[in-house]
Nanobody, 125 residues
Framework: QVQLVESGGGSVQAGGSLRLSCAASRYIYSTYCMGWFRQAPGKEREGIVG????????DYADSVKGRFSISQDNAKNMFYLQMNSLKPEDTAMYYC??????????????????WGQGTQVTVSS
């Protein structure tokens, strides 16, 4: 049973914007930490942001602070990643993930239980 489904990737020029979406089951949405990760070819996976639908601190990676933001729609059990001022170095496969425990990207990277299928983001210069 698929628990997380991403959508919204694509190609954009540097400076542009994209919004990614992640649909979760109701149980995962209300119980787990949720976040976004990315992995570029030949590079290690990088945590971007982590949060919980119930509120609390949102944890952003330094590389995206001020440019990316996470939001949620409780009625739809969905999370979104708004990406602005995109740079070529943001090019990667993006994944949403869910995990229990601390809602930080470090914790998510170590213990994520559920992963989406990934969506490609390509930023051209």
């Amino acid at each position: 049973q698929v628990q997380l489904v991403e959508s919204g990737g694509g190609s954009v020029q540097a400076g542009g914007s994209l919004r990614l979406s992640c649909a979760a089951s109701r149980y995962i949405y209300s119980t787990y930490c949720m976040g976004w990760f990315r992995q570029a070819p030949g590079k290690e996976r990088e945590g971007i942001v982590g949060m919980h639908s119930g509120g609390g601190r949102t944890d952003y990676a330094d590389s995206v602070k001020g440019r990316f933001s996470i939001s949620q729609d409780n009625a739809k059990n969905m999370f979104y990643l708004q990406m602005n001022s995109l740079k070529p170095e943001d090019t990667a496969m993006y994944y949403c993930a869910a995990w229990l425990g601390q809602c930080t990207v470090v914790a998510g990277g170590l213990s994520a239980t559920y992963w989406g299928q990934g969506t490609q983001v390509t930023v051209s210069s």
